[in-house]
C-alpha cells in the first residue's frame, strides 16, 4: 500500500511520532511489567496461528483499509462479549493474549482493542495508520482503545469495541469528548 507524503506528514503531525518501545504496563499475572509494543508483536503472531487454524477469519477479498479496519471491528464485537478483568479473573488487570480471548470469548477493553488490532493488521492495514492507545475516560476510568486514520476521510478515528460494540461506526477523534486523555500511542513496523 502506498501512502501520499501528504498522509504520512499528517499521520507523524498528529502524534509526535518517534515510534520507540518505552510503553509499558503492569501485568497482575506475572506482578512486573511488560513492554506494550512486545506484547502486540507477539499477539500478532499469535492471530496469525489463529487464522490459520481457522480460529479466526481471514477475509481473502482486497478491500481497502477502512472496509479491513470495520470487518475486524465488526468481527470482535460480534463474537467476543466485553466482560472487566475483576469478573473474568478476579483481578484488576490482566493482558491476556489473543488465545486465551478466542477461548473464553470474553475480553475487557485491552483485550478488545488487542485483538480488533491484531486482525486488522494481518489483513495488510498499514501500521502508520493504526495505533493502540491507553488513556483516561471522562468518568475516571483507565481505559484502551484504537486510532485509525482513514486516508478516504482524510481524518482520525476511534474504534473501541468496548464502549461501543454495536454502534458498527468509527467516532471522530476530535469530536469524541468521552476519551479525555492519552497516556500513550503505539504501533510498530
Excluded at 518501545?21 to 496469525?48: A, C, G, H, P, Q
Aim: glycine share 2%; with cysteine; charged share 30%.
Amino acid at each position: 500500500m502506498v501512502i501520499q507524503m501528504k498522509s504520512w506528514y499528517k499521520i507523524l503531525k498528529h502524534f509526535g511520532i518517534t515510534i520507540k518501545d518505552f510503553f509499558w504496563f503492569m501485568d497482575s499475572n506475572e506482578l512486573k511489567s511488560r513492554s506494550v509494543i512486545k506484547y502486540l508483536r507477539s499477539n500478532l503472531d499469535k492471530t496469525m496461528t489463529l487464522v490459520n487454524s481457522k480460529k479466526l477469519p481471514y477475509w481473502k477479498d482486497k478491500r481497502n483499509p477502512d472496509d479491513m479496519v470495520m470487518m475486524a471491528y465488526k468481527w470482535v464485537c460480534d463474537n467476543i462479549e466485553y466482560k472487566s478483568d475483576i469478573l473474568n479473573f478476579g483481578r484488576p488487570e490482566l493482558w491476556e493474549d489473543v488465545d486465551v480471548i478466542i477461548d473464553r470469548e470474553v475480553a475487557d477493553c485491552e483485550s478488545l482493542a488487542t485483538l480488533t488490532y491484531c486482525l486488522a493488521r494481518i489483513h495488510n492495514v498499514n501500521p502508520l495508520m493504526l495505533y493502540f492507545c491507553v488513556g483516561k475516560m471522562k468518568n475516571g476510568e483507565g481505559h484502551a482503545w484504537l486510532e485509525y486514520y482513514s486516508e478516504l476521510d482524510d481524518d482520525w478515528y476511534i474504534v473501541d469495541p468496548a464502549y461501543a460494540p454495536n454502534l458498527y461506526r468509527f467516532r471522530k477523534v476530535n469530536k469524541d469528548n468521552r476519551y479525555i486523555e492519552r497516556w500513550y500511542r503505539t504501533t510498530f513496523i
